[in-house]
């Protein structure tokens, strides 16, 4: 019986899964997401009174997005406040392409990726000289850039009224359904957490941890921090703008209203309450923020149909009672969740014998 | 340890009484539900809020006298904080999940960006949002509103400027009004402004530069300082109650002779209060609706409603434009339950066999067309006098062709 984790090479530390266990399950989850969910989504969705589609739709496009700040922020240290606005160009980039441009959607995805990622190079470059705070406001310049042309650059962006966006189809499959979109999404989630989990492994992955914990100590080991501050900018913005991509196309609307600085706030929150530098913190994190509000929805929905006089207030206490969870969780699970699941874990597999 | 342990069962006792509540709650006959996405938290919450309080009531009342012959109806009313994103998500629930085929919505910004897809869905539209976009059938069929569109305001804005100029401004002598305008940056505000210049510009006033005050500004100086070297005799401002007031303020506080004409969103019984006497003689305001106690026939039912659901609640015309809104929904669907066509195509067919509906005299009658989705082209502009809202003039514009959805 185990009663802790023993390795005996440093292989063996690294693996992405450590028992056959982990392994089993994974497929598990994965044929339920591929197989399963589909079917119970729609009666859950009843019984909840939300789109349970729509929300897993939400939740992967987000995952792919808080990944990409996950790297940015939980393993290389940088924090950003501009990848709401990211996620915006990611956006547009696709719309306009895809549109306008007439580009396939499998063109314009990746290019909308592409092009995010080089304007998030470009506001990645402070990060040579900038840290903590000086850097969250130098990337909040971003919010303020992007956002202002978003708004008033009309001919290309449609101006306030945003961008009305077609479904796409791949290689002929029309993705006009939610269902259908869902399993785009879901493979590309997968795709995207693969990648992240296996590139901190590389020397890139190993390059950005050590500048996260002691920047200094790791240019004096020869890591070149301008090189790995940029690169971290880049495919963070990389991910973040296909999950605009995927966002346009989905919601059918791009407006400059998405991508604000309350959602760059969100997509920090999501990765701090998930946990910042574990994997699982993006998608526990998503999935938390995504929810939350929601299911805060049902009572409200519930408590003005019993006292309508005075339902304007549900509406209001639904805000508050969202940020009340959210410091709540902070004091509790400073660590995230990601953290608090390894707990959990480690609690009942080495029960009774845990040191 | 312990703390969290009491905070992991307080979670669980919370999460299982909420499911049996809500268990509970569901188990109801089936009314015929009815989508609501209102703004009570959002920067057009100052006038979003009582509009959805009426809508709320107007159900209540519509169950009490009757339902849509015998079937009560349900408004599921969310708030959406007036973001898109928001609005784009609750669409989906309504339609996925609820399955409704009406939908009361609010602002500009969202209706037009849920234009595509309630059309595909065949889901009808009211909106609050009076723009002048959604008022051509063949290009939104399934929106509808009830109010005057914000173009045809501006124009009969544009007309009252020119026609009242020589009386009003007598120091003037033969030279063209000088209008400018003042709107947030935002599809709400920027809707009607080129139907404002190009009348402007058929009745030869003279046009300034644009100036943009936002939904939540607290402060318009340096938008109005801009203005001193055109000195304009009018300012349109298409805001909400709060940011028109702004406005106001600062327009005395420079000194400006200018006068402001508002749109209908920024001109309400709140304007007393929140311009002081700063708007006496200064604002005037565009009123397609009563005002909330005004001596109308179909004012009573709404008041009574509103005594009976909060009998210290203070209202607004914004009550009667929700009430109003609630009341011709009513009667599509009355009219569209007797055809035995009680879907999204029915209520459409029933509210464009509407020809000029009685509202009461809360608004002016409602007609609708299969060509045409203009409710209807006439209101009252009232100015703001002695801290009082007094009538200035009954306006009315022709429903032309060439004036229909934009």
């Not at chain 2, 005002?291 to 914004?318: C, L, Y």
């Not at chain 2, 066999?353 to 502009?381: C, E, K, M, W, Y």
Request: hydrophobic share 45%; with cysteine.
């Amino acid at each position: 019986m185990p009663t802790g984790l023993f390795y005996t090479k440093y292989q063996d530390d690294e693996k992405i899964f450590h028992t056959l266990w982990v392994k089993i399950w994974m497929w598990a989850l994965l044929i339920f997401l591929f197989v399963c969910f589909p079917f119970v989504a729609y009666p859950l969705s009843g019984f909840f009174g939300f789109s349970l589609q729509h929300m897993a739709n939400m939740i992967g496009i987000f995952i792919i997005g808080a990944h990409g700040l996950n790297l940015l922020t939980g393993f290389t240290g940088q924090i950003s406040l501009g990848h709401g606005a990211f996620m915006g160009v990611g956006a547009y980039t696709s719309a306009i392409l895809f549109m306008k441009g007439g580009w396939p959607f499998w063109l314009s995805l990746p290019a909308a990726g592409l092009v995010t990622a080089g304007v998030g190079m470009i506001f990645g470059v402070p990060s040579l000289r900038l840290r903590g705070l000086y850097l969250a406001i130098a990337t909040m310049a971003a919010q303020f850039i992007i956002g202002y042309a978003m708004r008033n650059w009309t001919s290309l962006t449609g101006g306030s009224a945003g961008l009305n966006v077609d479904r796409p189809s791949i290689f002929g499959f029309a993705l006009d359904t939610d269902l259908r979109y869902y399993y785009l999404i879901l493979i590309l989630v997968i795709f995207s957490t693969l990648f992240l989990k296996n590139l901190l492994r590389t020397k890139t992955g190993r390059a950005m941890v050590a500048i996260r914990d002691r920047y200094l100590s790791a240019e004096i080991m020869g890591v070149n921090l301008f090189k790995y501050r940029l690169l971290a900018f880049g495919i963070s913005s990389f991910y973040v703008g296909v999950s605009g991509g995927l966002f346009a196309h989905y919601n059918l609307v791009v407006s400059d209203e998405h991508f604000t600085m309350w959602l760059s706030i969100q997509y920090l929150a999501m990765v701090i309450i998930g946990g910042l530098g574990h994997v699982l913190g993006g998608i526990f994190g998503t999935i938390f923020m995504v929810l939350l509000p929601e299911l805060l929805r049902i009572p409200t929905e519930i408590l003005s149909n019993i006292y309508p006089n005075i339902f304007a207030i549900f509406g209001t206490l639904r805000e508050l009672v969202f940020g009340l969870v959210i410091i709540l969780f902070l004091i509790f699970e400073p660590d995230g969740l990601a953290a608090r699941w390894h707990t959990i874990r480690a609690y009942w597999k080495l029960w009774p014998f845990s040191y | 340890m312990k703390r969290i342990k009491i905070f992991q069962w307080a979670c669980v006792v919370l999460l299982v009484t909420g499911l049996v509540f809500w268990g509970c709650a569901k188990k109801e006959a089936e009314p015929l539900k009815i989508g609501g996405i209102f703004d009570i938290t959002g920067p057009t919450s100052a006038v979003g809020k009582d509009y959805a309080q009426a809508a709320k009531d107007a159900e209540r009342y519509i169950n009490e006298n009757g339902g849509i012959n015998g079937r009560k109806i349900q408004l599921i009313a969310n708030d959406y904080a007036y973001k898109i994103p928001e609005a784009v998500s609750l669409y989906k629930q309504y339609k996925d999940v609820d399955k409704v085929f009406v939908i009361q919505g609010w602002g500009t910004g969202d209706t037009n960006a849920l234009k595509q897809q309630t059309n595909n869905d065949q889901i009808v539209y009211i909106s609050a949002s009076y723009d002048s976009n959604l008022n051509d059938p063949s290009k939104s069929p399934y929106n509808f509103y009830v109010g005057t569109s914000y173009s045809d305001a501006i124009r009969l804005a544009m007309k009252f400027v020119n026609d009242s100029f020589k009386e009003m401004f007598p120091d003037a002598g033969d030279r063209a009004p000088r209008v400018v305008f003042i709107y947030p940056d935002h599809p709400y505000g920027k809707a009607p402004i080129p139907a404002g210049k190009a009348m402007a510009k058929e009745l030869g006033i003279e046009v300034g530069p644009d100036e943009i005050v936002g939904l939540r500004a607290i402060d318009a100086t340096s938008q109005l300082l801009h203005l001193k070297e055109f000195d304009p005799d009018w300012a349109w401002v298409g805001g909400t109650t709060p940011s028109t007031s702004v406005v106001v303020k600062d327009t005395a506080k420079l000194n400006l002779r200018t006068k402001i004409i508002s749109n209908c969103w920024g001109f309400d019984e709140n304007i007393l209060k929140l311009a002081g006497d700063a708007g006496n003689d200064r604002i005037y305001g565009m009123a397609p609706f009563a005002f909330w106690g005004e001596d109308v026939p179909g004012m009573k039912a709404a008041m009574e409603t509103a005594k009976k659901s909060d009998p210290e609640g203070i209202h607004t015309v914004r009550y009667i434009q929700g009430w109003t809104a609630m009341m011709v929904m009513w009667e599509g669907l009355k009219r569209a339950d007797k055809a035995g066509q009680l879907n999204g195509p029915g209520l459409k067919a029933a509210l464009e066999s509407l020809q000029d509906f009685n509202t009461g005299g809360l608004t002016a009658p409602v007609s609708f067309t299969p060509t045409d989705h203009r409710p209807n082209t006439a209101l009252r502009i009232f100015q703001m006098s002695n801290n009082q809202l007094v009538p200035v003039k009954s306006v009315s514009i022709e429903r032309e062709d060439r004036f229909l959805g934009w």
